[in-house]
Each structure stands twice: as C-alpha cells, then as structure tokens.
C-alpha cells in the first residue's frame, strides 16, 4: 500500500477547516497527464486554492514538508505558482501567497506573502545584505524566517487531523493590509 501523501492531508485539512468555519473556499483540481490522450495539453493551475473571506480574495499555494526548510528547487517551487501568485498583488482585496506547513517535530503552519517571499528568496539567492535574525539559506526557505516574516496559523489537532483557524488567518491578514495602505 501506498503511503499516504501528507500534502494532500494538508489540503484536505485545510479544505475541511474553511467548510467548517463557513468560508468560501475552492480547490482547483490537478489533472493527472496519466489520464489523457498522449499528446494532450494540460493548462498549469496557477495556485492550490482560494478562499473568500470578508471582501478579501485569498489565492494560496500549499506546500507541506517534514523538514525544516521548504527548497526552492523547481520540482517544489514551480516558477509558474510564483509568477501567478505576485501577479495577483496587483488587485485590490486580494492577498495572495504560501502556506507553509512544517509537519516535524510539531505541527507548524505560516502564510508567506507572497511579496515577502520574493524579497527573501532573492536576498537568499544573491547572497545580498539583509536584517532577518534568522540564518539565510542560499536554496530554500527555513522555518525560522516564516516565523520572522510570515503569520502563523493557529490549529487544534482532532484524533489524527488538525483545524485550522482561517477565519483568524483571514482577519490577521486583512489589519495587515490595512495598516500598510495607512487605514
């Protein structure tokens, strides 16, 4: 037997936490290329999901690991999530970017702006001056920078699965935006 993906737990669990919290949310579907007629063209999806929340359009991509630092290597990262995720930034009410879930040794979840991710990796990658506390990693994204430039998700683990607290989330980031448009 196949050993369950934790990505796809992460997903799901987040999908079942909107539901249960009575927010918008909608996953867009991967389609397997195992399925279609050889030759076929698959459009790419630009993000994970998306959830509605209090006028705000939240475009998120979901990665999850058992390390303690999210690689920015193509076969995580793909350029296309990137690229659709900053160009969401241009839209009012709309707050897009990473959640980042670190399964090990306890459960921790960031959302990563995207506009802060790509300040981060482009200091990481260029090796330039930075004012992060936290050691900057040349190909991938430690916990300890999501801690200092991301917002935690709070959780509550059930039996096996965990809830997240959107709504809260959701909230956070929305006074974030606020403050920095000066309302």
């Not at 004012?131 to 801690?147: F, G, L, Q, R």
Request: charged fraction near 30%; aromatic fraction near 14%.
């Amino acid at each position: 037997m196949a050993a369950t993906n934790q990505g796809k737990v992460f997903e799901a669990n987040i999908e079942k936490s909107a539901a249960d919290q009575k927010l918008f949310f909608y996953r867009i579907k991967d389609v397997n290329p195992m399925f279609l007629k050889r030759g076929a063209a698959v459009s790419k999806n630009k993000y994970d999901c998306f959830l509605h929340f209090k006028g705000y359009l939240f475009p998120f991509e979901l990665k999850s690991t058992k390390n303690k630092s999210i690689s920015f290597s193509e076969k995580i990262i793909k350029a296309q999530q990137i690229k659709y995720l900053k160009e969401a930034t241009q839209y009012p009410d709309i707050i897009p970017g990473f959640l980042f879930q670190f399964r090990e040794p306890e459960n921790k979840v960031y959302f990563v702006h995207i506009d802060d991710f790509l300040e981060y990796k482009n200091i990481a990658e260029n090796q330039l001056e930075h004012t992060y506390k936290n050691k900057v990693n040349k190909s991938s994204i430690p916990i300890a920078i999501c801690e200092e430039i991301g917002t935690e998700v709070r959780w509550m683990k059930k039996k096996v699965n965990y809830t997240y607290y959107l709504n809260k989330l959701c909230n956070t980031l929305i006074e974030k935006k606020m403050v920095k448009r000066g309302y």
